[in-house]
């Protein structure tokens, strides 16, 4: 298989520009083409559990562990292929074989954010926009000046009206504009209040409005996945994003044990998304996922917690792509180099459309 990306992220660096509107062309990338895509990613997340599981010290640290007894009879085995089959199951049951996964860097496969900054605002910017503005430097709410992907793909005739994202941080109105544009952008604990609503989000507005006690910035990852979850149901759009928050959240808090049990939750909500594709006529086998995260995590032990422009192993990433017609190559074991800021290209390449057409995956 050759190389994946195309373009150096020293390019990015040295020249960075506001992405301009292309003019629109059916591209031949060698990427196969999706009817549907759907980019999930959970924040802050880190390559070294993905593909490691759970860490030894970490998961034995009273501090980060208080109930170490439990959590390892869940989630701790002698090897790293079961510690990581227990933790993420799907990931390592179906991608492995289905699809594809990168970023494991004792293979040097390498994914990095290419901003500087490594925290969430500016690693969403570079993943939708494809562009590392250094001005998008922080993670306060302002509207992101940065066309993203998902209202240029929306102001396409064939995807109007298709594109939405639902997240669990309540900043993604901002980072994708929905003033600017108006696509459908259900973040934090807002409600869904479409004509018709189904009573089953009827109900989630419910739940929603009863945890009023306990609202941050960021909702819990479920009652974001459900609401997702009955809008593709009923609304059944082409690109959809899912951006869940709660494994950052769990990891600035320093608890290790709700971190691994967030990540077995997403790894869940994954599978069963996946499940509802392949079993739904329009959806099944016509339908790819992109699976992601914004930026790492300190890599030592006592950093883990933190990240940030002088966090060593904050840049650390990686993604996974399952779907129609992506080669079945599981685990990649190659040294490479891959760099977000080339994700963007490659969502509107897999729905055939092009946007920076020169910073996409190039799949065999």
Request: hydrophobic share 35%; aromatic share 12%.
């Amino acid at each position: 298989m050759k190389s994946l990306w195309t373009c150096l992220v020293l390019a990015v660096l040295l020249h960075p520009e506001g992405l301009k509107p292309v003019t629109r062309t059916k591209i031949k990338t060698g990427l196969p083409t999706t009817g549907n895509l759907f980019i999930i990613t959970t924040d802050g997340y880190r390559w070294q559990e993905l593909f490691n599981g759970a860490d030894s010290l970490l998961i034995n640290s009273d501090d980060h562990t208080p109930d170490k007894e439990t959590i390892k009879a869940l989630y701790w085995a002698e090897t790293i292929e079961e510690r990581r089959k227990k933790l993420m199951p799907f990931f390592w049951n179906v991608v492995s074989i289905k699809g594809q996964l990168y970023g494991n860097r004792h293979y040097n496969n390498k994914v990095n954010t290419s901003n500087l900054y490594s925290i969430s605002y500016p690693g969403y910017n570079e993943l939708f926009t494809g562009n590392t503005d250094p001005s998008v430097s922080s993670n306060k709410k302002y509207y992101n000046p940065n066309i993203n992907v998902l209202e240029y793909l929306d102001a396409l005739p064939e995807f109007k009206g298709k594109v939405a994202a639902f997240t669990s941080w309540d900043v993604f109105p901002y980072i994708l504009n929905e003033k600017r544009n108006g696509i459908t952008v259900n973040s934090g604990y807002e409600n869904m209040n479409e004509k018709d609503m189904s009573s089953e989000q009827v109900m989630i507005n419910k739940v929603q409005d009863d945890a009023i006690a306990i609202k941050t910035t960021t909702r819990f990852d479920e009652l974001t996945f459900l609401t997702a979850k009955e809008y593709i149901n009923n609304n059944r759009p082409r690109v959809l994003y899912l951006g869940l928050g709660e494994t950052d959240e769990f990891a600035h808090q320093g608890r290790y044990d709700l971190y691994l049990q967030q990540a077995n939750a997403v790894d869940k909500m994954i599978a069963d998304l996946w499940h509802w594709v392949q079993t739904t006529p329009g959806y099944k086998d016509n339908t790819t996922f992109i699976i992601t995260t914004d930026h790492g995590r300190g890599k030592k032990t006592n950093r883990w917690m933190d990240h940030g422009e002088f966090i060593s192993g904050s840049s650390q990433a990686w993604f996974a792509i399952i779907g129609p017609g992506i080669l079945k190559s599981g685990e990649v074991k190659k040294d490479e180099q891959y760099y977000q800021v080339q994700m963007a290209g490659t969502i509107a390449a897999l729905v055939g459309e092009e946007f920076n057409a020169d910073k996409v995956l190039s799949l065999r």
